[in-house]
């Protein structure tokens, strides 16, 4: 071969390599910036602030080294996910309008602090606890009648990360402790869904906050009726096909249920969670005329009749009886559900996705972080990390 012919095959074979080697750089450049990106995207959504250098690159190797699951735990490790992700989560619960601009209370303390413990969330509306600023902290000190421990955490902008410390709420209030019921319990609940009314409030708001389900998505007309109240007409407006069509679909699940709460008052003059042991409130007992031959109330004693009918698809934890007396037993029947442990991931999944799940795909994965969530003890941690790897390609 002429030695012009060598020269040139030799050149070209150069060329080939150095364009070969630059496309493997390319794609190798291209495939740190995905990650970064990815680790950029997943921070920002769960704590809405950037992160540091230090941890995106931290971040970014784990993902790059196929641990997105650890690349989410490094990111809730910033005060954000706790100052503002988790309080903005758990905020709505707290009141009837279910707004997030309400101040902190002791409610979204409590979750805050379990989330960031890892105490098993099936029990946050049954344990007996309470998460207050640390006492080093100087804050006014916790009481029933006002908000102004949680007040002065806010106003002097605390780190919740580090200023939460758990307490039992049966030390800190009036309450025994088998009248505790996680959130139930606490004073922003009981403000908001124990003052006047008939109780059924705190029971409906606790479908929706924990079940994901309002009244009218569990009607079932073809309950006994024999726990109703008095104060439900059978005949409003003279027509008792509304009361069969329509009012027992609600009332005769409801009520039974709601009988956890007969003890519970919040005193409106007082400012506080109000407990007769052994004496039912008069609220279960107001319009007794409205149709007198309904259920009085005895006692705290409730019962399940959802367990049978359609609301059994709810599915209710085959070990429990499906029946107590008070708060506390309720809590346990309600957060050992199929739908109170999808309800926290799908809440968890409009928070970090930005959206609720929309497909087939989605709703797997929903089913899928369901069945983790409830094999890590109930860890919240967990829900959020895999919902944030899942959608962090979004």
Not at 69 to 77: I, K, N, V, Y
């Amino acid at each position: 071969m002429p030695l012009h012919d060598r020269n040139t095959k030799g050149k070209a074979t150069r060329a080939a390599r150095v364009l070969l080697l630059g496309l493997l750089l390319a794609s190798t450049a291209m495939a740190g910036d995905l990650e970064r990106r990815e680790a950029k995207r997943m921070h920002d959504r769960l704590t809405g602030v950037p992160p540091s250098d230090a941890v995106l690159n931290s971040m970014e190797a784990a993902i790059v080294n196929g641990d997105a699951f650890g690349a989410a735990l490094m990111a809730m490790d910033n005060s954000a996910f706790y100052d503002v992700t988790l309080k903005n989560f758990v905020t709505p619960w707290t009141n009837r309008d279910q707004t997030e601009f309400a101040p902190l209370n002791d409610y979204t303390a409590t979750v805050i602090g379990m989330i960031r413990d890892e105490v098993p969330f099936n029990e946050v509306l049954s344990a007996d606890i309470l998460y207050v600023g640390d006492p080093a902290l100087g804050l006014p000190p916790y009481s029933m009648s006002n908000n102004d421990h949680y007040q002065a955490m806010e106003d002097q902008g605390i780190d919740l990360k580090s200023a939460l410390v758990q307490r039992q709420q049966s030390v800190l209030t009036t309450l025994p402790a088998s009248a505790t019921a996680g959130v139930m319990t606490t004073r922003a609940a009981s403000a908001a869904f124990f003052i006047a009314g008939t109780n059924r409030a705190m029971f409906r708001f606790t479908l929706i906050n924990h079940l994901c389900k309002d009244l009218e998505q569990v009607k079932d007309t073809t309950r006994p009726p024999d726990r109703i109240r008095q104060d439900v007409s059978r005949s409003p407006g003279g027509d008792s096909r509304i009361f069969l069509n329509a009012c027992v679909g609600c009332h005769a699940g409801m009520d039974p249920m709601a009988q956890a709460f007969a003890y519970y008052n919040f005193d409106a003059t007082t400012g506080s969670l109000e407990y007769t042991d052994g004496v039912v409130q008069p609220k279960y007992h107001i319009n007794s005329d409205t149709f007198k031959y309904g259920y009085v109330t005895p006692d705290d004693h409730w019962d399940n009749y959802w367990r049978s009918g359609q609301n059994a698809l709810l599915g209710w934890d085959p070990a429990l009886p499906g029946s107590g007396a008070g708060a506390k037993s309720l809590g346990q029947e309600l957060a050992d559900s199929d739908a109170f442990a999808q309800c926290q991931v799908k809440k968890v999944f409009r928070t970090v996705c930005l959206r609720a799940p929309g497909n087939s795909a989605d709703r797997s994965k929903v089913d899928a972080i369901t069945a983790d969530f409830r094999a890590d003890n109930y860890n919240m941690k967990t829900a959020f990390a895999e919902t944030a790897v899942y959608c962090m390609g979004d």
